[in-house]
């Protein structure tokens, strides 16, 4: 199992960001899919997740309506779509294997995890 991130950079506070995710080694269409991030010395938190067939998202309350998760499954990618970006934002995402075909909000139901992709958003 592999999960490579990409499409991090440093953006300017109100720009947008496009991060995927290129997934290998399992059977992508199978797994719910999820985003987390985690800032310098704070926990790792929820950001986004997909059910495998991408009909079912869920978004952390802070985020909604600013991230929009997808996924390719004929690709095997996931995708992070960011806008209105804060300084607040700034972070270390991460994509992550759900353990079942829909995803969850705590990082103990994900058993795979990329290495993460640096977000640096400046105001």
């Known amino acids: 199992v592999r999960l490579v991130e990409s499409g991090g950079d440093l953006a300017q506070a109100g720009g947008s960001l496009r991060l995927s995710c290129a997934a290998s080694g399992f059977a992508f269409s199978v797994y719910g899919m999820g985003w987390f991030r985690q800032a310098p010395g704070k926990e790792r938190e929820f950001v986004a997740g997909?059910?495998?067939?991408?009909?079912?998202?869920d978004y952390a309350a802070a985020l909604k309506g600013r991230f929009t998760i997808s996924r390719d499954n004929a690709k095997n990618q996931l995708y992070l779509q960011m806008i209105s970006l804060q300084p607040e934002d700034t972070a270390l995402y991460y994509c992550?294997?759900?353990?079942?075909?829909?995803?969850?909000?705590?990082?103990?139901?994900?058993?795979?995890w990329g290495q993460g992709t640096q977000v640096t958003v400046s105001s």
């Open positions: 992550a294997r759900s353990r079942l075909g829909s995803s969850r909000r705590s990082p103990s139901e994900y058993d795979y």
């Open positions: 997909i059910s495998r067939s991408g009909i079912n998202v």
